[in-house]
Protein backbone atom coordinates (compact mmCIF):
# COMPACT_ATOMS: atom_id res chain seq x y z
CA UNK A 1 0.00 0.00 0.00
CA UNK A 2 1.53 3.18 -1.37
CA UNK A 3 2.09 5.51 2.14
CA UNK A 4 1.32 9.70 1.56
CA UNK A 5 4.63 11.62 2.07
CA UNK A 6 4.15 14.65 4.01
CA UNK A 7 6.47 17.49 2.52
CA UNK A 8 8.38 19.90 4.31
CA UNK A 9 8.31 23.49 3.55
CA UNK A 10 10.97 25.94 3.85
CA UNK A 11 11.70 26.72 7.54
CA UNK A 12 11.08 30.76 6.75
CA UNK A 13 7.60 31.74 7.94
CA UNK A 14 7.09 28.22 9.77
CA UNK A 15 8.22 28.71 13.26
CA UNK A 16 5.44 27.60 15.48
CA UNK A 17 3.87 31.56 15.72
CA UNK A 18 5.48 33.08 13.15
CA UNK A 19 3.39 31.53 10.41
CA UNK A 20 1.30 34.50 8.81
CA UNK A 21 -1.12 32.68 6.42
CA UNK A 22 -2.73 28.86 5.99
CA UNK A 23 -0.03 26.90 5.10
CA UNK A 24 -0.53 23.45 4.04
CA UNK A 25 2.76 21.30 2.68
CA UNK A 26 1.89 19.40 -0.24
CA UNK A 27 1.16 15.27 0.07
CA UNK A 28 3.24 13.75 -2.29
CA UNK A 29 2.70 9.57 -2.64
CA UNK A 30 5.62 7.26 -2.11
CA UNK A 31 5.25 3.79 -2.94
CA UNK A 32 8.68 3.08 -1.61
CA UNK A 33 8.95 0.19 1.51
CA UNK A 34 8.16 1.42 4.85
CA UNK A 35 10.58 3.40 7.01
CA UNK A 36 12.95 2.25 10.05
CA UNK A 37 10.56 4.45 11.93
CA UNK A 38 7.28 2.82 10.81
CA UNK A 39 8.53 -0.57 11.74
CA UNK A 40 9.65 0.34 14.88
CA UNK A 41 5.92 1.69 15.65
CA UNK A 42 4.64 -1.54 14.22
CA UNK A 43 7.14 -3.60 16.32
CA UNK A 44 5.60 -1.88 19.39
CA UNK A 45 2.19 -1.91 18.51
CA UNK A 46 2.64 -6.23 17.83
CA UNK A 47 3.36 -6.45 21.36
CA UNK A 48 1.08 -4.66 22.62
CA UNK A 49 -1.49 -6.98 20.68
CA UNK A 50 -0.07 -9.80 21.84
CA UNK A 51 0.12 -8.89 25.34
CA UNK A 52 -1.80 -9.44 28.58
CA UNK A 53 -3.34 -5.78 28.48
CA UNK A 54 -3.73 -5.30 25.23
CA UNK A 55 -3.11 -0.91 25.52
CA UNK A 56 0.36 -1.25 27.29
CA UNK A 57 3.29 -1.40 24.33
CA UNK A 58 5.98 -2.72 27.25
CA UNK A 59 5.92 -4.38 30.76
CA UNK A 60 6.81 -1.72 33.33
CA UNK A 61 5.80 -2.67 37.26
CA UNK A 62 5.73 0.86 37.82
CA UNK A 63 3.65 1.95 34.85
CA UNK A 64 0.57 1.66 35.51
CA UNK A 65 -0.43 1.81 39.12
CA UNK A 66 -4.47 0.42 40.58
CA UNK A 67 -6.48 3.34 40.89
CA UNK A 68 -7.27 4.50 44.86
CA UNK A 69 -7.65 7.57 46.65
CA UNK A 70 -4.09 8.13 47.11
CA UNK A 71 -3.13 7.49 43.11
CA UNK A 72 -2.27 10.77 41.81
CA UNK A 73 -3.42 11.90 38.38
CA UNK A 74 0.80 11.36 36.66
CA UNK A 75 1.12 7.97 38.05
CA UNK A 76 -0.42 6.82 34.56
CA UNK A 77 -0.52 7.82 30.94
CA UNK A 78 -4.21 6.41 31.77
CA UNK A 79 -5.65 8.77 34.25
CA UNK A 80 -7.68 11.19 32.79
CA UNK A 81 -8.20 14.94 34.00
CA UNK A 82 -11.54 17.04 33.63
CA UNK A 83 -11.75 20.84 32.62
CA UNK A 84 -13.21 23.38 34.74
CA UNK A 85 -16.48 24.07 32.02
CA UNK A 86 -18.45 21.01 33.46
CA UNK A 87 -17.75 19.43 30.24
CA UNK A 88 -17.66 15.50 29.37
CA UNK A 89 -14.04 16.29 28.05
CA UNK A 90 -11.10 14.47 29.83
CA UNK A 91 -7.64 14.14 28.13
CA UNK A 92 -4.63 12.22 29.06
CA UNK A 93 -1.76 13.77 31.30
CA UNK A 94 0.32 13.10 28.06
CA UNK A 95 -0.33 15.01 25.01
CA UNK A 96 1.08 13.92 21.73
CA UNK A 97 1.87 17.27 19.79
CA UNK A 98 1.55 17.18 15.74
CA UNK A 99 3.85 20.34 15.51
CA UNK A 100 6.33 18.17 13.07
CA UNK A 101 3.20 18.25 10.62
CA UNK A 102 3.86 22.10 9.79
CA UNK A 103 6.88 21.13 8.46
CA UNK A 104 10.39 22.12 8.78
CA UNK A 105 11.11 18.40 9.77
CA UNK A 106 12.09 16.73 7.19
CA UNK A 107 9.45 14.37 5.10
CA UNK A 108 7.04 12.60 6.97
CA UNK A 109 5.47 10.05 6.16
CA UNK A 110 2.08 9.91 6.83
CA UNK A 111 1.85 6.14 7.44
CA UNK A 112 4.93 6.44 10.24
CA UNK A 113 2.68 9.06 11.71
CA UNK A 114 -0.53 7.18 12.09
CA UNK A 115 1.19 3.85 13.55
CA UNK A 116 2.78 6.35 15.89
CA UNK A 117 -0.82 7.95 16.27
CA UNK A 118 -1.75 4.18 17.27
CA UNK A 119 0.47 3.20 19.31
CA UNK A 120 0.47 5.90 21.98
CA UNK A 121 -2.95 6.04 21.62
CA UNK A 122 -2.92 2.57 22.87
CA UNK A 123 -0.75 3.11 26.02
CA UNK A 124 -3.32 5.78 27.25
CA UNK A 125 -1.90 9.18 25.64
CA UNK A 126 -4.99 9.43 23.73
CA UNK A 127 -5.16 13.26 23.43
CA UNK A 128 -3.59 14.99 20.56
CA UNK A 129 -2.58 18.33 19.91
CA UNK A 130 -2.86 20.25 16.54
CA UNK A 131 -3.41 23.24 14.84
CA UNK A 132 -5.08 25.05 11.99
CA UNK A 133 -1.53 26.43 10.67
CA UNK A 134 0.08 23.07 11.01
CA UNK A 135 0.03 22.05 7.73
CA UNK A 136 -2.57 18.83 7.04
CA UNK A 137 -2.09 18.22 11.04
CA UNK A 138 -6.00 18.45 11.57
CA UNK A 139 -7.15 16.41 8.20
CA UNK A 140 -4.24 13.61 9.44
CA UNK A 141 -5.32 13.80 12.90
CA UNK A 142 -9.51 13.26 11.36
CA UNK A 143 -7.96 10.17 9.49
CA UNK A 144 -6.66 8.47 12.33
CA UNK A 145 -9.56 9.43 14.49
CA UNK A 146 -12.44 8.10 12.05
CA UNK A 147 -10.14 4.72 12.11
CA UNK A 148 -9.67 4.88 15.28
CA UNK A 149 -13.33 4.87 16.22
CA UNK A 150 -13.93 2.10 13.63
CA UNK A 151 -11.25 0.20 15.81
CA UNK A 152 -13.92 1.11 18.55
CA UNK A 153 -16.42 -0.68 17.63
CA UNK A 154 -14.94 -3.96 18.09
CA UNK A 155 -12.73 -2.81 20.86
CA UNK A 156 -14.38 -1.12 23.49
CA UNK A 157 -11.45 -0.77 25.65
CA UNK A 158 -10.13 1.25 23.76
CA UNK A 159 -9.90 5.05 25.30
CA UNK A 160 -11.46 8.07 23.65
CA UNK A 161 -9.15 10.46 21.56
CA UNK A 162 -9.57 13.76 22.15
CA UNK A 163 -8.01 16.32 19.25
CA UNK A 164 -7.18 19.53 20.56
CA UNK A 165 -6.62 22.40 18.01
CA UNK A 166 -5.61 25.88 17.62
CA UNK A 167 -7.33 29.12 16.60
CA UNK A 168 -4.70 31.79 15.29
CA UNK A 169 -6.30 34.45 13.31
CA UNK A 170 -4.14 36.20 10.32
CA UNK A 171 -4.90 39.27 11.92
CA UNK A 172 -2.34 41.01 9.45
CA UNK A 173 -4.60 40.68 6.39
CA UNK A 174 -7.81 39.76 7.79
CA UNK A 175 -10.71 40.91 9.98
CA UNK A 176 -11.44 38.93 12.81
CA UNK A 177 -15.24 39.55 13.24
CA UNK A 178 -17.38 36.66 14.19
CA UNK A 179 -18.34 35.48 10.71
CA UNK A 180 -14.49 35.33 10.29
CA UNK A 181 -14.44 32.83 13.53
CA UNK A 182 -16.78 30.84 12.57
CA UNK A 183 -15.46 30.20 9.53
CA UNK A 184 -12.12 29.28 10.78
CA UNK A 185 -13.89 26.83 13.45
CA UNK A 186 -16.15 24.88 10.62
CA UNK A 187 -13.01 24.67 8.38
CA UNK A 188 -11.02 22.97 11.54
CA UNK A 189 -14.42 20.26 12.61
CA UNK A 190 -14.59 19.59 8.41
CA UNK A 191 -10.39 18.66 8.92
CA UNK A 192 -10.80 16.57 11.52
CA UNK A 193 -14.17 15.32 10.83
CA UNK A 194 -16.43 16.08 13.83
CA UNK A 195 -19.74 17.91 14.30
CA UNK A 196 -17.62 19.94 17.66
CA UNK A 197 -14.37 20.00 18.03
CA UNK A 198 -12.92 19.31 21.63
CA UNK A 199 -10.78 21.95 22.30
CA UNK A 200 -10.00 25.42 20.19
CA UNK A 201 -6.91 27.36 21.52
CA UNK A 202 -6.61 30.86 20.99
CA UNK A 203 -3.39 32.26 19.75
CA UNK A 204 -3.39 36.56 19.03
CA UNK A 205 -0.28 37.90 17.43
CA UNK A 206 0.41 40.49 18.28
CA UNK A 207 -1.30 42.40 21.69
CA UNK A 208 -1.01 46.23 20.36
CA UNK A 209 -3.69 44.75 17.23
CA UNK A 210 -7.25 45.30 18.47
CA UNK A 211 -9.77 42.08 18.37
CA UNK A 212 -8.82 39.87 20.85
CA UNK A 213 -11.36 39.98 23.16
CA UNK A 214 -13.64 40.23 20.48
CA UNK A 215 -12.34 37.36 18.82
CA UNK A 216 -12.26 35.43 22.43
CA UNK A 217 -16.09 36.03 23.08
CA UNK A 218 -16.78 34.97 19.62
CA UNK A 219 -15.11 31.47 20.52
CA UNK A 220 -17.44 31.71 23.83
CA UNK A 221 -20.87 32.34 21.73
CA UNK A 222 -19.74 29.55 19.41
CA UNK A 223 -19.30 27.23 22.31
CA UNK A 224 -22.64 27.99 23.15
CA UNK A 225 -23.86 27.03 19.64
CA UNK A 226 -22.81 23.80 20.58
CA UNK A 227 -19.47 23.84 18.01
CA UNK A 228 -17.08 23.88 20.17
CA UNK A 229 -16.77 22.59 23.76
CA UNK A 230 -14.08 24.11 25.61
CA UNK A 231 -12.15 26.81 24.74
CA UNK A 232 -8.25 27.59 25.49
CA UNK A 233 -5.53 29.93 24.98
CA UNK A 234 -2.13 29.46 23.50
CA UNK A 235 1.18 31.67 24.28
CA UNK A 236 -0.99 34.28 26.33
CA UNK A 237 0.65 36.30 28.78
CA UNK A 238 -0.40 36.44 32.34
CA UNK A 239 -2.29 39.60 32.08
CA UNK A 240 -3.80 38.93 28.38
CA UNK A 241 -5.36 35.70 29.76
CA UNK A 242 -6.85 37.57 32.71
CA UNK A 243 -8.36 39.84 30.18
CA UNK A 244 -9.90 37.00 28.52
CA UNK A 245 -10.65 35.10 31.65
CA UNK A 246 -12.36 38.78 33.69
CA UNK A 247 -14.12 38.95 29.77
CA UNK A 248 -15.93 35.91 30.69
CA UNK A 249 -14.69 33.57 28.83
CA UNK A 250 -14.90 30.27 30.19
CA UNK A 251 -11.08 29.65 29.76
CA UNK A 252 -10.01 26.14 30.88
CA UNK A 253 -6.34 25.96 29.63
CA UNK A 254 -3.46 28.01 28.29
CA UNK A 255 -0.44 26.36 26.75
CA UNK A 256 2.69 27.94 27.22
CA UNK A 257 6.60 27.29 26.64
CA UNK A 258 7.92 25.28 29.43
CA UNK A 259 11.30 23.56 30.36
CA UNK A 260 14.34 23.33 32.47
CA UNK A 261 15.71 25.77 30.00
CA UNK A 262 13.03 27.68 30.01
CA UNK A 263 11.03 28.53 34.05
CA UNK A 264 8.73 31.70 32.76
CA UNK A 265 5.25 29.89 33.66
CA UNK A 266 6.60 30.20 36.99
CA UNK A 267 6.92 33.49 38.04
CA UNK A 268 3.27 34.86 36.94
CA UNK A 269 1.47 32.39 35.00
CA UNK A 270 1.56 29.11 37.82
CA UNK A 271 0.01 31.17 40.07
CA UNK A 272 -2.75 32.67 38.42
CA UNK A 273 -3.82 29.68 36.80
CA UNK A 274 -3.71 27.45 39.84
CA UNK A 275 -5.99 30.12 41.12
CA UNK A 276 -8.45 29.96 38.55
CA UNK A 277 -8.06 26.47 38.17
CA UNK A 278 -6.50 26.96 34.91
CA UNK A 279 -4.90 24.03 33.16
CA UNK A 280 -1.24 24.12 31.82
CA UNK A 281 -0.13 22.62 28.61
CA UNK A 282 4.01 22.57 28.20
CA UNK A 283 5.34 22.48 24.58
CA UNK A 284 9.30 22.92 24.27
CA UNK A 285 9.64 20.42 27.61
CA UNK A 286 12.52 18.64 25.93
CA UNK A 287 13.63 21.67 24.13
CA UNK A 288 13.17 20.49 20.25
CA UNK A 289 15.32 17.24 21.87
CA UNK A 290 18.26 19.15 23.27
CA UNK A 291 17.12 17.63 26.67
CA UNK A 292 17.67 14.17 26.03
CA UNK A 293 20.48 11.68 26.24
CA UNK A 294 21.03 12.27 21.94
CA UNK A 295 23.35 15.46 22.90
CA UNK A 296 25.64 14.22 25.28
CA UNK A 297 28.46 13.77 22.71
CA UNK A 298 26.70 15.06 19.52
CA UNK A 299 27.40 18.26 18.38
CA UNK A 300 23.87 20.38 18.21
CA UNK A 301 23.04 21.32 14.94
CA UNK A 302 20.38 23.35 14.17
CA UNK A 303 18.89 21.26 11.58
CA UNK A 304 15.41 21.24 12.27
CA UNK A 305 12.27 23.95 13.00
CA UNK A 306 11.98 23.38 16.19
CA UNK A 307 15.91 23.37 16.86
CA UNK A 308 16.25 26.43 15.52
CA UNK A 309 13.17 28.04 17.19
CA UNK A 310 14.48 26.84 20.50
CA UNK A 311 18.11 27.82 20.02
CA UNK A 312 17.22 31.23 21.39
CA UNK A 313 16.07 30.05 24.68
CA UNK A 314 19.52 27.59 24.72
CA UNK A 315 20.93 30.89 24.68
CA UNK A 316 19.22 32.94 26.93
CA UNK A 317 19.18 30.02 29.30
CA UNK A 318 23.23 30.30 29.43
CA UNK A 319 24.60 29.42 26.28
CA UNK A 320 26.06 25.71 25.78
CA UNK A 321 28.31 25.57 28.99
CA UNK A 322 25.23 25.68 30.90
CA UNK A 323 22.97 23.51 28.90
CA UNK A 324 26.35 20.75 29.12
CA UNK A 325 26.16 21.27 32.71
CA UNK A 326 22.40 20.82 32.89
CA UNK A 327 22.72 17.43 31.28
CA UNK A 328 25.36 15.97 33.04
CA UNK A 329 22.89 16.03 35.93
CA UNK A 330 20.27 14.92 34.32
CA UNK A 331 22.36 12.08 32.93
CA UNK A 332 23.29 11.28 37.05
CA UNK A 333 19.93 11.10 38.10
CA UNK A 334 18.90 9.25 34.93
CA UNK A 335 21.03 6.53 35.80
CA UNK A 336 19.86 6.31 39.40
CA UNK A 337 15.83 5.91 38.07
CA UNK A 338 17.32 3.55 35.36
CA UNK A 339 15.22 5.94 32.71
CA UNK A 340 16.72 8.11 30.43
CA UNK A 341 17.49 12.11 30.44
CA UNK A 342 14.15 12.70 28.28
CA UNK A 343 12.29 11.04 31.29
CA UNK A 344 13.80 12.96 33.73
CA UNK A 345 13.10 16.43 31.78
CA UNK A 346 9.61 15.08 31.19
CA UNK A 347 9.02 14.22 35.03
CA UNK A 348 10.52 17.93 36.07
CA UNK A 349 7.86 19.53 34.28
CA UNK A 350 5.19 17.27 34.95
CA UNK A 351 5.96 17.27 38.86
CA UNK A 352 6.13 21.55 38.48
CA UNK A 353 2.06 22.45 38.76
CA UNK A 354 1.28 20.03 37.70
CA UNK A 355 1.90 20.65 34.16
CA UNK A 356 0.50 18.16 31.37
CA UNK A 357 3.10 18.39 28.55
CA UNK A 358 2.92 18.35 24.72
CA UNK A 359 5.28 16.04 23.38
CA UNK A 360 5.93 15.92 20.06
CA UNK A 361 6.05 13.23 17.91
CA UNK A 362 6.83 11.83 14.32
CA UNK A 363 7.31 8.14 15.01
CA UNK A 364 6.94 5.51 17.84
CA UNK A 365 10.74 6.27 18.28
CA UNK A 366 11.14 7.64 21.94
CA UNK A 367 7.79 5.89 22.86
CA UNK A 368 9.19 4.12 25.51
CA UNK A 369 11.68 6.01 26.92
CA UNK A 370 9.15 9.25 27.02
CA UNK A 371 6.35 7.38 28.94
CA UNK A 372 9.08 5.90 31.25
CA UNK A 373 7.96 9.59 32.85
CA UNK A 374 5.00 8.32 34.87
CA UNK A 375 7.48 5.53 36.57
CA UNK A 376 9.31 7.50 38.72
CA UNK A 377 9.16 10.82 41.05
CA UNK A 378 11.76 12.92 41.02
CA UNK A 379 12.85 13.06 45.46
CA UNK A 380 13.91 16.41 47.47
CA UNK A 381 17.64 15.02 46.87
CA UNK A 382 17.17 14.66 43.10
CA UNK A 383 15.29 18.51 42.85
CA UNK A 384 17.84 19.89 44.96
CA UNK A 385 20.60 18.67 42.46
CA UNK A 386 18.89 20.39 39.65
CA UNK A 387 18.08 23.69 41.75
CA UNK A 388 21.83 23.90 42.15
CA UNK A 389 22.63 23.58 38.33
CA UNK A 390 19.47 26.43 37.66
CA UNK A 391 20.44 29.03 40.29
CA UNK A 392 23.11 29.88 37.50
CA UNK A 393 20.17 30.30 34.78
CA UNK A 394 19.96 33.83 33.35
CA UNK A 395 17.20 33.24 31.95
CA UNK A 396 14.91 33.55 29.64
CA UNK A 397 13.21 36.50 31.40
CA UNK A 398 9.87 37.97 31.22
CA UNK A 399 5.88 36.49 31.23
CA UNK A 400 5.31 33.89 28.61
CA UNK A 401 6.44 33.98 24.86
CA UNK A 402 7.16 37.40 25.73
CA UNK A 403 10.25 37.18 24.22
CA UNK A 404 9.26 35.32 21.11
CA UNK A 405 6.63 37.50 20.86
CA UNK A 406 9.22 40.65 20.53
CA UNK A 407 11.95 39.42 18.71
CA UNK A 408 9.31 37.70 15.67
Not at 290 to 309: A, C, G, P, Q
Not at 314 to 327: D, N, Q
Not at 332 to 357: C, D, H, T
Request: aromatic share 10%.
Amino acid sequence: MASAMLGCLPSAGLCRYRCLVDLNPPVRLSSGTPSDFSRTSRHLLHKAEASAQPTTAFAHDNLLKESSSQAHELDSPFRRIRFNDGSSTEFSPYICGCYSLAGGHGYIYERDFTDAMELYARAGCSTFDTADIYGPSESVCGKFLKNWQNMKESDIALPEVQIFTKFVPNVFSNNPNFAYVERSVQKSMDAIGVSKLDLVQLHWWDYSMKGMLDVALALAELREKGLVTSIGTTNMSTEALAKIVDAGVPVVSNQVQFSLLDRRPLAQMVPYCKEKDIKLFAYGTLTGGVLTNRYLSRELVLKTSSLRMYSRILKEAGGEKYWRKLLGILLEISNRKAVSIAAVALRWVMQQGPFYPVVGMTSGDHFEDNLKAFSFSLDEFDMAQIDEVLKESKGPKGDCYELERNIF
